[in-house]
């Protein structure tokens, strides 16, 4: 199995930057895409971003230019670089892994908040 532990949520005002950061541990050969989820109060939780194994991203398109996720496969890391970010962005965001067999891993989440 696949250990997913994140970092670097916390509070910052409209138009600041947060880097989120989350490490894997276990059978990460096993792991084929990494990405986050999110999930505000009321509502359900959508993919944010997402990065195979070679690189490969995509991302929700309100996120588009604003976030950039990356994927360190020697170092078992996925971040996720958010800039510009404005109230709807607040959200616990997830940390996943896809795993080759179609299992999904879920980190503990990480609590973003934007107010001013």
């Known amino acids: 199995q696949v250990h997913l532990v994140e970092s670097g949520g916390g509070l910052v005002q409209p138009g600041g930057s947060l880097r989120l950061s989350c490490a894997a541990s276990?059978?990460?050969?096993?792991?084929?895409?990494m990405g986050w989820y999110r999930q505000a109060p009321g509502k359900q939780r959508d993919l944010v971003a997402s990065i195979t194994r070679g690189g490969r991203s995509q991302y929700v398109e309100s996120v588009k230019g604003r976030f950039t996720i990356s994927r360190d496969n020697a170092k078992n890391t996925v971040d996720l670089q958010m800039s510009s970010l404005n109230p709807e962005d607040t959200a616990v965001y997830y940390c996943y892994s896809l795993m080759a067999g179609g299992y999904t891993y879920w980190g503990q989440g990480t609590q973003v908040t934007v107010s001013s």
């Open positions: 276990g059978s990460i050969f096993a792991i084929t895409d």
